[in-house]
């Protein structure tokens, strides 16, 4: 079955470092999407990428999607203590039914 | 416009009684997706279910779970004879569409279940 793998599964940065947490599936993608747990809480989407090579930003958050539609990466630029907590990627293969998360990337900031 | 709701927040159980969590999607989805999370870990499907049809349960246990989404009324899943293994976050998320496909998931605050 689908595999959606996300490396690294913990990172420590301090604040103000830049953060890249990076998603790898084992099949290629329809699309893939990036949700933010906060600790305690429930996942949040933040956004989707369908096109091969797909740039989108956020403010200080880059999302891409590889060439390939096999892998995408979750970039911040300067981090703040509230980008603490777990940045899950899902993606759809094909004709699924059903979205596969990744294993998440717990981001913690220290102050 | 009120989000996906759940409930109860956080349900203990001992061994081998039932858990039945409760999930209201938002308003105008027909999409109704459960996951298990445990603790440091990701979200694991669980099942997919759409009003009075479950689309896929690919990822349900073969025995003890089970789902249903009624024509009327919350989603809910069902957990019987629990075991300390079924310790864990339930969450339930929503769509208007297949998700994934155009549209995103929104989840709930999630069910904490404690089995001891």
């Known amino acids: 079955g689908q595999q959606v793998m996300q490396i690294p599964q913990y990172q420590h940065v301090q604040e103000g470092e830049d953060f890249t947490t990076y998603c790898n599936s084992s099949?290629?993608?329809?699309?893939i999407q990036w949700y933010k747990q906060r600790p305690g809480g429930h996942p949040v989407f933040l956004i989707q990428?369908?096109?091969?090579?797909e740039v989108k930003k956020q403010k200080r958050l880059t999302f891409q999607f590889g060439e390939a539609k096999k892998n995408s990466s979750l970039h911040i630029t300067a981090t703040q203590t509230t980008d603490v907590g777990t940045y899950f990627c899902?993606?759809?293969?094909?004709?699924?039914?059903?979205?596969?998360f990744g294993s998440g990337t717990q981001l913690t900031v220290l102050p | 416009n009120a989000g996906v709701m759940q409930n109860p927040r956080h349900l203990v159980r001992r061994r081998g009684q039932e858990a039945r969590l409760r999930c209201s999607p938002m308003k105008g989805h027909s999409h109704v997706y459960w996951y298990r999370q445990l603790p440091e870990e990701g979200l694991k499907f669980m099942v997919y279910?759409?009003?009075?049809?479950?689309?896929?349960e690919s990822g349900m246990p073969k025995e003890r779970f089970s789902a249903e989404f009624p024509k009327e009324g919350p989603s809910i899943l069902r957990i019987q004879q629990v075991v300390r293994g079924d310790s864990a976050a339930y969450f339930c998320?929503?769509?208007?569409?297949?998700?994934?496909?155009?549209?995103?998931?929104?989840f709930g605050p999630g069910t904490r279940l404690t089995v001891t």
């Open positions: 990428l369908v096109k091969s090579g």
């Open positions: 998320a929503s769509s208007p569409g297949l998700a994934g496909a155009v549209y995103e998931q929104y």
């Open positions: 899902a993606g759809r293969a094909g004709s699924a039914r059903q979205l596969t």
């Open positions: 279910l759409q009003k009075e049809n479950i689309i896929d």
């Open positions: 099949t290629t993608l329809s699309n």
